[in-house]
Nanobody, 126 residues
Framework: QVQLVESGGGLVQAGDFLRLSCAAS????????MGWFRQAPGQEREFVAA????????QYADSVKGRFTISRDNAQNTVYLQMNSLKFEDTAVYYC???????????????????WGQGTQVTVSS
């Protein structure tokens, strides 16, 4: 089993930055893709970013492309989301997720991820 714990959320002003961390335990996640998703009140959970197991391949939602960067440190079993130029509409609970299967795929679909953290709140004031 994989346990994921997010940290780094908080309250910031528009234009500020935050760095989210996701620490995995229970087993290594270096053998699978990892992703970040977010959910705003009254909305469905949406894809933000994903990274392949090696870290060489990444995908981003159009809404965050150019502002957010996903990275991973497999030695530390940790994934990061650097969020720059934050906007009010980035306000949401951010969730880290691990692919349910090992391998090279990288997915933007929530159904591909079998392990989820509890989420960390990001609030951006306008």
């Amino acid at each position: 089993q994989v346990q994921l714990v997010e940290s780094g959320g908080g309250l910031v002003q528009a234009g500020d930055f935050l760095r989210l961390s996701c620490a995995a335990s229970g087993r290594t996640v270096s053998d699978r893709a990892m992703g970040w998703f977010r959910q705003a009140p009254g909305q469905e959970r949406e894809f933000v970013a994903a990274i392949s197991r090696s870290g060489r391949n990444t995908q981003y939602a159009d809404s965050v492309k150019g502002r957010f960067t996903i990275s991973r440190d497999n030695a530390q079993n940790t994934v990061y989301l650097q969020m720059n130029s934050l906007k009010f509409e980035d306000t949401a609970v951010y969730y880290c997720a691990a692919d349910r299967t090992t391998g090279f795929r990288i997915s933007i679909d929530t159904s591909a991820y079998g392990y989820w953290g509890q989420g960390t709140q990001v609030t951006v004031s306008s």
